[in-house]
């Protein structure tokens, strides 16, 4: 899996009708019309999140490595 950073996950996320809830720290909260999954992603600058991390926020969304 290529790496990504908090920055280029929320481009996707944004890409695919998520939407930015609010800002808490440096983590972005992101929620969906019509689901009750939020997701918080930590954007620290363009350091890369761990992979787990990565793939579970992926998962969370509905989302594939591939998009």
Do not use: F
């Amino acid at each position: 899996m290529k790496q990504l950073s908090g920055k280029e996950l929320t481009n996707v996320l944004k890409r695919h009708d998520w939407v930015l809830l609010r800002i808490h720290g440096s983590h972005h909260i992101y929620g969906k019309g019509g689901s009750t999954v939020r997701l918080s992603v930590p954007v620290h600058g363009n350091k890369p999140l761990k992979t787990g991390l990565a793939k579970y926020l992926l998962k969370m969304a509905g989302l594939s490595e591939d998009d």
